[in-house]
């Protein structure tokens, strides 16, 4: 039938197959066998779970490795924030809080009874003394990838409340906003004016959204934006008995061209939530793009960073 022998080579087992006449070499790599030359490999040992602590070396080799990672990852903001126009990299927020901020009613924008009934806080501003702001971004008329390539490169967050009217004829487009790690959230299926509805009316507008999205992309989401920021006591009963928990609107809007605030001092404070819309050159003196450099060339002037809304919340 054959013979076979073996021997070593370059630190390696090599065994030889003959076979009616032919050889057939079958090389096996000592590293399977516990005998490899880590030096000839190549590829680092990994240490038993009993084994003693690493040596100073090697933890000067990991910090060394994650210096350099963290490099090149800057290398990579820089060369996106210069590509896509920016005046400065755009900051980092810091991490997520582990205790979350307590979220309230804004002052002045109760509905009677709003604590009492369990009602969504309505709000414009999270709780934070960072220099943090939010980006959200409602209804989806425009679908510029050049946005979404443009928020991926960046790493930017933010939070999107969508009308089903606008997003349905390219659910694909928020869905692979979605898979980039973006919160869609309701904005209703046909974004009226919330309190000429009757209770009923305006349930069928958010339980519907909550059902297209549920459909759509997977989630139900706990955060609903009334159309125009306008809502009344039914507009949030409607929105708890659907399984919402928050009604974020907004401190400042910021457009292509300009800003408009909601405070008396026309600034940007710590825990603001920013509104836009997904509009383009139809209704814009811009794009997407450019309304995203306007923003990020603000708030990094002023030394804020764009956080995460959901994270807060």
Same mark, same amino acid.
Not at 18 to 25: D, Q
């Given at each position: ?12 087992? /090599? ?5 009616? !006449? ?7 790599? &000592?590293? +399977? ?5 880590? &030096? ?7 240490r038993p779970l009993n084994a003693p602590p690493a040596l100073a070396g090697d ?28 005046? %400065? /990299?755009?900051?980092?927020?810091? *991490?997520? *809080?582990?205790?979350?901020?307590? +979220? ?10 709003? %604590?009492?009934?369990?009602? *969504? ?7 934070? %003394? ?22 991926? %490169?960046?790493? +930017? ?9 606008? /997003? ?12 980039? !790690? /973006? ?7 046909h974004h009226p004016y919330l309190p000429a509805l009757s209770y009923a009316r ?24 009334? *159309? =125009? ?9 409607? &929105?708890?008995?659907? !399984?919402?928990?928050? &009604? ?50 603000? +708030? ?11 994270? =807060?919340?």
């Amino acid at each position: 039938m054959g013979t076979v022998g073996q021997k070593y080579k370059n630190g390696a087992l /090599v065994v030889s197959v003959s076979i009616r !006449g032919g050889l057939v070499l079958l090389a096996v790599a &000592a590293l +399977i066998s516990g005998c490899a030359d880590p &030096a000839a490999t190549g590829v680092r040992p990994q240490r038993p779970l009993n084994a003693p602590p690493a040596l100073a070396g090697d933890l000067q080799a990991d910090k060394t490795r994650i210096r350099a990672a963290r490099l090149r990852a800057e290398q990579v903001r820089i060369a996106a924030a210069r590509r896509w126009g920016l005046k %400065e /990299v755009p900051l980092t927020a810091p *991490p997520a *809080p582990a205790t979350k901020p307590h +979220i309230t009613t804004r002052h002045g924008f109760e509905v009677d009874g709003h %604590e009492e009934k369990g009602l *969504p806080p309505v709000f414009t501003t999270v709780p934070t %003394e960072q220099k943090i702001v939010f980006l959200t971004i409602d209804d989806g008329a425009e679908k510029d990838p050049a946005f979404l390539r443009m928020m991926s %490169e960046l790493k +930017i967050p933010y939070t999107a409340f969508l009308s089903d009217y606008l /997003v349905k004829d390219d659910y694909g487009y928020f869905a692979r906003m979605r898979d980039a !790690g /973006v919160v869609l959230n309701n904005h209703t299926l046909h974004h009226p004016y919330l309190p000429a509805l009757s209770y009923a009316r305006q349930q069928r507008e958010i339980c519907g959204m909550q059902d297209v999205m549920e459909k759509r992309f997977g989630t139900r989401p706990t955060l609903f934006r009334p *159309p =125009y920021g306008n809502y009344n006591e039914d507009t949030l009963r409607a &929105a708890r008995s659907c !399984g919402i928990k928050y &009604a974020p609107i907004w401190n400042e809007e910021v457009f292509v061209d300009h800003w408009e605030y909601r405070e008396w001092d026309q600034d940007l404070h710590p825990g603001d939530i920013v509104l836009s819309h997904f509009r383009g050159r139809k209704d814009w003196k811009g794009t997407m793009p450019d309304m995203v450099r306007r923003f990020l060339n603000r +708030i990094t002037a002023e030394g804020y960073a764009v956080a995460r809304l959901e994270d =807060y919340l």
